[in-house]
């Protein structure tokens, strides 16, 4: 197992057994797990973002911590959520996040994923101009998610 899904395991226990809340001391949670502090952040930041329900807050200094929330949210919320976040362009790594994300909060199926995965692939947009796809996958990308909250 990779020392980012150790990290991640183990900040996701804690968000189970404290009821959606995880206060970590960075440096303590890398002796801990036996990695540097970097990929504590690494991990913060790639797999606990708002997009992915999640509200980060962070104290520097000697008392400091990092206390991670879990929101629910609603299909209804999670998708115009999403589609807030995008913005003009969305490249195909961060479709694929957003993706994941909404196949692993049941708010997409696995074969939509994939479906849209495909429609939205550097190949299947390969026609358009390099420099307008990811205006383009953005743009047709924010529609199919509308479809989904209806």
């Known amino acids: 197992m990779r020392i980012s899904d150790s990290v991640a395991n183990y900040i996701l226990q804690m968000l189970n057994d404290e009821n959606g809340i995880a206060e970590i001391q960075r440096n303590e949670l890398a002796n801990t797990l036996g990695c540097v502090p970097s990929q504590i952040n690494y991990v913060i930041t790639s797999r606990f973002t ?31 959520h999403i589609v807030n976040s995008i913005g003009p362009k969305l490249d195909a790594a961060s479709m694929r996040a957003m993706l994941r994300n909404l196949v ?21 947009l390969a026609p358009a101009p390099k420099e307008i796809r990811d205006q383009l996958r953005a743009s047709i990308f924010k529609n199919m998610l509308l479809v989904l909250n209806v």
Not at 61 to 78: E, H, P, Q, V
Not at 108 to 120: C, I, N, P, Q, W
């Open 104 to 124: 692993e909060t049941g708010v997409a199926s696995e074969s939509d994923a994939h479906l849209m995965m495909a429609g939205f692939s550097d190949s299947a």
């Open 50 to 80: 708002p997009e992915q329900g999640y509200i980060v807050e962070s104290r520097r200094g000697g008392g400091g911590y990092i206390r991670i929330i879990r929101r629910s949210m609603t299909k209804s919320d999670l998708i115009m």
